[in-house]
């Protein structure tokens, strides 16, 4: 099975702390956000992984290699001094994913969730006529208005009952080829809102523990988790 990890931004709201370090290499309680999330995707049989890289990029690739110490196998997608944004970063790795559903992680989370639950949910996509699944959770502080609301399975933009994308899901490679504004450099929600108006969107509730890792002082609460 394959997975993205989403690790090219310039963390620039999580400054100082990123001018020499890249985010996915901060740490909680001594360990690289990136490692906890390679760990979980190797525990829950996930084999091959692609990390996009741009802001410091190269002390990414150095310290997660080729994978070999997390049970995985990694390979880079470079994209240059400027990211491309999400959706722009998976449409340059078309070619990797093969036509094979694959699952999508922000390297600056941090959660409890069971990527295992991600497994089953490549499986379930490869046999639905929806184009992703995504991991919601319940609106934190710094999101209040959350990002989607939930008709039984499927993603909506109804304006109560919101909750807030969580950084995990899993897609077809089809979510971005077949999305009509595609190009070099776009960010993901684009291509949610165009599949989500004719319900191929799915979505489920996670209330494991979770934090978006965006600010100093949300990396600093996490030490004593």
Request: charged share 20%; with cysteine; net charge neutral.
């Amino acid at each position: 099975m394959k997975a993205i990890i989403f690790a090219a931004g310039k963390g620039e709201r999580m400054r100082p702390l990123t001018d020499h370090t890249p985010k996915p290499l901060l740490t909680i309680n001594g360990k690289p956000l990136i490692d906890f999330h390679l760990e979980k995707l190797a525990q829950a049989g996930f084999n091959q992984v692609i990390i996009n890289l741009a802001y410091k990029g190269e002390m990414i690739k150095s310290h997660c290699g080729n994978g070999s110490r997390y049970g995985v196998a990694i390979e880079y997608s470079d994209e240059g001094p400027e990211p491309l944004e999400t959706g722009g970063a998976l449409n340059l790795c078309l070619p990797w994913f093969q036509n094979q559903c694959f699952a999508m992680i922000s390297a600056d989370i941090f959660c409890h969730f069971d990527y295992a639950n991600l497994a089953q949910r490549i499986t379930d996509l490869a046999n639905s006529d929806a184009q992703a699944n995504l991991a919601l959770v319940a609106n934190p502080a710094h999101n209040p208005k959350g990002d989607f609301s939930l008709q039984k399975a499927t993603l909506c933009l109804a304006q109560q009952h919101t909750y807030t994308y969580s950084g995990l899901g899993v897609a077809k490679p089809t979510f971005i080829d077949q999305f009509p504004l595609k190009r070099q450099r776009f960010p993901l929600r684009e291509a949610i809102y165009f599949w989500l108006e004719s319900g191929k969107v799915y979505g489920y509730l996670c209330d494991d523990f979770w934090s978006d890792v965006g600010t100093p002082a949300r990396l600093e609460a996490l030490q004593s988790h």
